[in-house]
């Protein structure tokens, strides 16, 4: 008789051979085996029915703002809301302070995350003039999840803005390059758009055509180069049609605020949804929609970016830009999957599947024997209220409070590890870091 460590017993598996019932077998923190169950032995038996069981979602963008921005989150509380929405795993970005421009500043917040975060984790390394001729050293350091680079709004030495700069980044990097792309030449043109105390003015100023220009001369910058790019959090209807040619080169990610959320709501929410690039009209959010049910988009990415209260109430535009989202991404998607706008299993390939396939994460992103038992457990028919206080983040807030959505993360569990179960941590931070096929040691 087969024993296992694990066994999650009674669940409807979703994985690249569709949706079943079928129990999942745990040894040493990785799938041993998928089936029928019944007459295995298990250190610990999981009940799962009338739940599905995920590939365990990975947020690719998220800014956990450690070190020195800890007031706003850090790793340990940024990875508290991921693990309590069913986040498995989560990519942070460089604008920290120091900024993660180097072996040094990675190698401490990997130190920093490891045994500390509740989930699994990389880090972009930024992508900057001083540091564009070792992209591709960086790129494969332990823990990297691959070179970020600011096209727009950003400031210093994260603002890459011009075409040889970003030119200088791609002949150097092996790996897929993220970018934020907004034409910070039209950014600033236009500042004088912005209106004192009108979050609304946001898209305006920071509007379709600064997104699609950028995107335009980012694609095209990447084939002289031959690299590969990863283009963050699309925002217009535009874009999306522009990259349907260019899909050889680019891979797409969309957010779930950017599908959900519409310039129509900065009259309720105000400066709580201002981001960047811009939640806009109506027609945007129905065109990234498009680009989603088309298989344009690749990824989902929650572009989780806290800020406390009190800094965002501060008249637009002395207000910064960001939201959070980490522990909202799962279940605002589920509501849009049983609202009928795309399937579990498309959620799922924009959130395991996908990672693995565009970042090359290494035994993560599948149900299949021999990779890290990285479990997303849902209940896709329970109704839940969010609201501020269910935030594991420092901000303690969320644009959804009080949106009623049906489908809900259970359970949260990593390299076999239940860590989540019924909205409670129940164990202690073992975060490890994702490897990569393309830089395996």
């Excluded at 087969?2 to 409807?12: I, M």
């Excluded at 100023?205 to 084939?223: K, Y």
Aim: glycine residues 12%; aromatic residues 4%.
């Amino acid at each position: 008789m087969a024993v296992f460590d694990s066994v999650l017993k009674g669940g409807v598996v979703v994985n690249h051979d569709g949706e079943g019932a079928r129990d999942i077998g745990i040894v040493g923190g990785r799938i041993a085996e998928i089936g029928d169950l019944g007459r295995a032995g298990a250190g610990e038996t999981i009940d799962c029915h009338g739940l599905h069981i995920l590939p365990g979602v990975v947020d690719s963008q998220v800014h956990f703002r450690e070190p020195g921005l800890e007031h706003k989150e850090d790793l340990e509380t940024g990875s508290r809301a991921a693990v309590l929405g069913g986040v498995t795993a989560v990519f942070e970005m460089p604008n920290t302070k120091p900024l993660t421009t180097s072996e040094t500043a990675l190698a401490d917040k990997v130190a920093r995350a490891t045994n500390r975060m509740h989930s699994d984790f990389a880090f972009w390394v930024g992508g900057t003039r001083d540091n564009a001729a070792i992209a591709g050293e960086l790129e494969r350091l332990p823990g990297a999840a691959g070179i970020k680079v600011f096209m727009g709004s950003s400031t210093g030495d994260l603002l890459v803005e011009d075409d040889e700069g970003v030119a200088a980044i791609l002949r150097n990097t092996r790996r897929r390059a993220a970018f934020h792309s907004e034409d910070e030449f039209r950014l600033r043109q236009r500042e004088g758009l912005r209106v004192h105390g009108d979050p609304a003015s946001h898209p305006v100023w920071r509007d379709e055509i600064a997104a699609l220009q950028c995107t335009e001369r980012l694609v095209r910058i990447a084939r002289q180069t031959g690299a590969r790019i990863h283009v963050l959090h699309v925002s217009t209807a535009e874009e999306m049609d522009f990259l349907v040619a260019h899909k050889d080169v680019a891979t797409v990610e969309a957010t779930p605020h950017h599908l959900t959320l519409t310039a129509d709501d900065y009259a309720r929410l105000g400066t709580l949804i201002q981001m960047n690039p811009p939640v806009r009209a109506a027609r945007h959010r129905d065109g990234i929609w498009r680009g989603l049910v088309h298989g344009v988009v690749d990824v989902l990415g929650s572009d989780h970016a806290p800020h406390a209260l009190d800094e965002k109430a501060k008249p637009y535009p002395a207000s910064p830009s960001g939201m959070t989202g980490v522990q909202t991404l799962v279940p605002i998607m589920l509501d849009h999957v049983n609202a009928g706008r795309l399937t579990l299993q498309r959620f799922v390939d924009l959130t395991s599947h996908g990672p693995n396939r565009i970042f090359g994460m290494a035994g993560k992103g599948r149900i299949a024997a021999g990779y890290d038992a990285d479990l997303t457990v849902v209940d896709m028919k329970r109704r839940e209220t969010i609201s501020n206080e269910q935030a594991g983040s420092r901000a303690g807030w969320t644009p959804y409070d009080g949106r009623q959505v049906t489908g809900w993360p259970i359970g949260t569990i990593v390299r076999g590890i239940r860590v989540m179960w019924e909205g409670d941590i129940v164990a202690p931070g073992q975060g490890r870091p994702v490897r990569f096929a393309e830089a395996l040691r």
